[in-house]
Structure formats: C-alpha cells, structure tokens
C-alpha cells in the first residue's frame, strides 16, 4: 500500500489560506490554485467563498 496520507476533510491552515488569497489574486484559475495548494477543486472554491475570495474563471 501507498505511505502517501490522504488529506480528506483536512481543516486548511492559515499558511495556506494566504496562499489561496494569494494566488485568487494574481488572478490563477481554480485547477492551478487546486493543485499548487495539493487540495481538490472543489474544497478549493468552498474555501474562497467561505472565505470571500474570489478565483478566475476559465475563459
């Protein structure tokens, strides 16, 4: 079996709260700040709304 830890349900840290504000920013799409932040989509974009961060969309 796999060592790697599954993050399912993980609160998210303050370290990366600010990157997510960080890179929403900078204007980066949600599958970019997803996978830079090693979350999924969709845990992702209720972050931002919960927090009121806005991401791009994809155009």
Do not use: V, Y
């Amino acid at each position: 079996m796999s060592a790697k830890i599954a993050k399912h349900k993980q609160p998210w840290k303050p370290e990366e709260l600010q990157k997510l504000q960080t890179l929403a920013g900078k204007g980066k799409g949600l599958k970019e700040i997803a996978k830079a932040l090693n979350r999924t989509e969709e845990s992702t974009k209720d972050a931002a709304r919960q927090h009121g961060f806005g991401i791009a969309k994809a155009r």
